[in-house]
């Protein structure tokens, strides 16, 4: 099988991570090896130190970018889950990639309002509160993709429901077959 990434993007809370790891595990069901970049892992492993100034979100997003390019370069299915806030950068990571194969950016639509909402760890409340500077969504800015693979909105979409349209856009592009029955 051809390696491909599937890049999640959206706001803090959207629901990226979620999707992800239930798509992941069917992915492999099917076949698929797959790997996980997951925005806040990378953070403290791959770009620890990086703080959140553009150049240093910038930063982080292009070695996702590079990691996941070489990931799908050797087969892999790569989930990428990362806010990764700027248009310019995301084609960029869209470039490395598809040297190897395709990338599929899915935009994980969910209003600030709801993020805040379902947020556990306190944090849109702080930046909402001027504690946290440089908040995507909120002092900070997030640039919708101008035209995504797929545009999920998870204030419509519970979490399986959006894996089903993931997987399904997946096979539509010929990148997984269809579930197998058991």
């Known amino acids: 099988m051809s390696g491909f990434t599937l890049w999640f993007t959206g706001l803090s809370g959207a629901g990226k991570t979620t999707i992800a790891e239930i798509v992941g595990p069917e992915l492999e ?12 892992v990378v953070r403290t492993h791959l770009s620890k130190g990086l703080g959140f100034s553009k150049e240093d979100r910038d930063t982080n997003i292009e070695r996702i970018g ?3 390019s070489r990931l799908t370069r050797h087969g892999a299915a790569v989930l990428v889950s990362a806010i990764s806030p700027y248009e310019e950068t995301r084609r960029k990571a869209r470039g490395m990639v598809e040297e190897h194969g ?12 709801e993020c805040a909402r379902r947020d556990v760890k306190g944090l849109y409340e702080k930046a909402f509160a001027g504690e946290i500077k ?3 969504g909120v002092s900070d800015p997030y ?10 909105d998870t204030e419509e979409h519970p979490p399986e429901e ?21």
């Open 143 to 152: 640039e919708e993709p101008r035209d995504p693979e797929l545009r999920i």
């Open 102 to 113: 395709r990338f599929v950016e899915v935009f994980v639509a969910t209003s600030v309002e």
């Open 162 to 182: 959006s894996a089903r349209i993931v997987l399904d856009k997946l096979e539509q592009l010929g990148l997984t077959r269809a579930e197998v029955a058991a």
């Open 29 to 40: 069901r099917r076949g698929h090896i797959v790997e996980y970049l997951d925005g806040d």
């Open 134 to 136: 440089e908040f995507t």
């Open 66 to 68: 590079w990691v996941a």
